[in-house]
């Protein structure tokens, strides 16, 4: 088979039952990109007890490969609803797999512009080549059709349940319409769409005009969004960006972007990248300012990706693999003059790119986030110097991880300033010492959900 630009193609039925198995293994607990790539290493279910002997399916092509990530993430994002319609639909719950494969024919089904009896005809025919679905195929075929049948009124009855309505879990819900009474559901519509590519031109090697210029050359449309940042207009594979293999862009929000700008660095100074893996902002700052850097990360293979970021963009840090909350286990006693703590969080912010964390994260995550941030910032305090400025951020979009965790800091350690938020460019002219930016507020919609606070420690 091959696709409308005649790139080749699996059968469509072969890319739901994968997406399918990749969302049996998200049931389970795993991460989607986890679950995507082994589901697609494994496309013919080898290891699954009872799916007999492997039936060769060859590589995934490409065009497979991105539709199957493409149809799962599409479920994902509508898995809320999905599962209500299973219940409406299921006298029974079916086996794991046959229910997977019924939510992510579902996910497809209610997007108008998809070919309804196509999907629900590929996928009843992948599930009698499949011996586990097969003496199911049956069931599938009944219920997707009925779904077909009686659809408006199905989705209405199911979206009477919060969960269905905006696919995500209730205590998510309720938190973001605590903390934003006039915006929650705003917040959680954006949250549901497909987030910017958004790049960041590294401007010690070229100006973002002359960049941009390169990118027109190349056929690609995209708009300056910061001082840095260029949002494309749609997606491309990263290698058709001009100058990508030789580091003259990388991937970065433009949310993201504002952090290294505001920890205000300068030539030669010493700087803590505290928790720096995959290197985003670590790279950033390097771009700024030529820096005495430690990048900082207890996970190995994370911190490896940082050290390909920086050999790709011709950079160089210190890369520690050490915990932030046992400094005395890496820190060789010189203060830092900046210290950023981008610390680990619930992603709240950025479930545009992650849209399966809500699913796997509970309520009690954001306690325990809270917990180890404020430890974080008690444990870094003592290494930053006299003067020196502390930048604490996070992608969550959750009080408990921004203003209450530095509300908590202040009370412990009243020698800490609060310093102003200097923006490199607007989202807003306020100075305050804190800020909580949400995917609603960027002006074209250019940005993920982030919490910034900037702390100072007196001379
Ligand atoms: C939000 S990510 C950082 C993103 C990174 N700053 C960037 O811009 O690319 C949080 C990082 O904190 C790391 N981390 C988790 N626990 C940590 C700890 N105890 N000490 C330091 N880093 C930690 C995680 O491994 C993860 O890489």
Redesign the pocket.
């Known amino acids: 088979m091959t696709d409308r630009a005649g790139a080749p193609r699996a059968p469509l039925g072969e890319e739901l039952r994968i997406a399918a198995t990749a969302l049996e293994r998200l049931a389970e607990g795993a991460s989607l990109p986890a679950a995507l790539e082994a589901a697609m290493r494994d496309p013919a279910r080898a290891s699954r007890p009872g799916a007999g002997p492997a039936r060769d399916l060859g590589d995934l092509p490409p065009a497979s490969r991105a539709a199957i990530r493409d149809i799962a993430s599409r479920t994902v994002r509508a898995w809320g609803l999905c599962r209500a319609l299973s219940e409406r639909l299921n006298q029974r719950p079916p086996a794991p797999a046959m229910l997977a494969l019924q939510q992510v024919v579902l996910a497809q089904l209610l997007d108008p512009v998809r070919p309804d009896a196509t999907t629900v005809d590929q996928a009843v025919e992948a599930a009698k080549a499949d011996p586990v679905l097969r003496h199911g195929a049956g069931f599938l075929n009944a219920t997707l059709r009925r779904f077909l049948r009686e659809r408006e009124a199905l989705v209405a009855a199911a979206q009477a349940d919060p969960v269905a309505r905006w696919n995500f879990p209730d205590w998510w819900i309720a938190t973001l319409r605590a903390a934003y009474p006039d915006r929650w559901q705003a917040i959680l519509e954006e949250s549901n769409r497909e987030p910017p590519l958004t790049l960041r031109v590294n401007v010690r090697r070229i100006p973002v005009g002359a960049w941009l210029e390169r990118l027109a050359e190349a056929g690609i449309t995209g708009t300056r969004v910061g001082p840095q940042a260029v949002r494309l207009e749609a997606a491309v594979p990263l290698e058709r960006l001009p100058g990508w293999a030789d580091g003259l862009v990388s991937v970065?929000d433009a949310g993201?972007q504002l952090?290294a700008p505001l920890l205000d660095v300068a030539d030669g100074m010493r700087v803590l990248?505290?928790?720096?893996?995959?290197?985003?902002?670590?790279t950033?700052l390097l771009e700024l300012a030529a820096l005495d850097l430690v990048a900082?990360?207890?996970?190995e293979s994370?911190l490896a990706r940082?050290g390909e970021n920086l050999a790709r963009l011709g950079q160089a840090a210190s890369l520690v693999a050490?915990?932030?909350?046992?400094p005395g286990e890496w820190h060789d006693g010189r203060a830092f003059d900046r210290i950023?703590v981008?610390?680990?969080?619930t992603?709240s912010g950025i479930v545009r790119r992650q849209p399966d964390a809500r699913w796997r994260r509970r309520r009690r995550d954001m306690a325990t986030f809270s917990d180890?941030q404020a430890a974080?910032l008690g444990a870094l305090w003592p290494l930053l110097a006299p003067g020196g400025k502390l930048l604490y951020s996070?992608?969550s979009v959750f009080p408990a991880e921004g203003d209450r965790v530095i509300a908590r800091f202040m009370r412990s350690h009243p020698d800490a300033l609060r310093l102003p938020l200097v923006w490199a460019f607007a989202p807003g002219e306020d100075r305050e010492p804190v800020a909580q930016l949400l995917p609603t507020s960027g002006a074209g919609r250019d940005h993920d959900g982030f919490y910034y606070a900037m702390l100072g420690k007196p001379d």
């Open positions: 970065q993201a952090a990248d505290a928790c720096a893996a995959p290197g985003g902002k670590t950033h900082l990360d207890p996970d994370r940082v050490g915990d932030a909350l046992r950023l981008d610390a680990p969080c992603a180890r974080m996070t992608c």
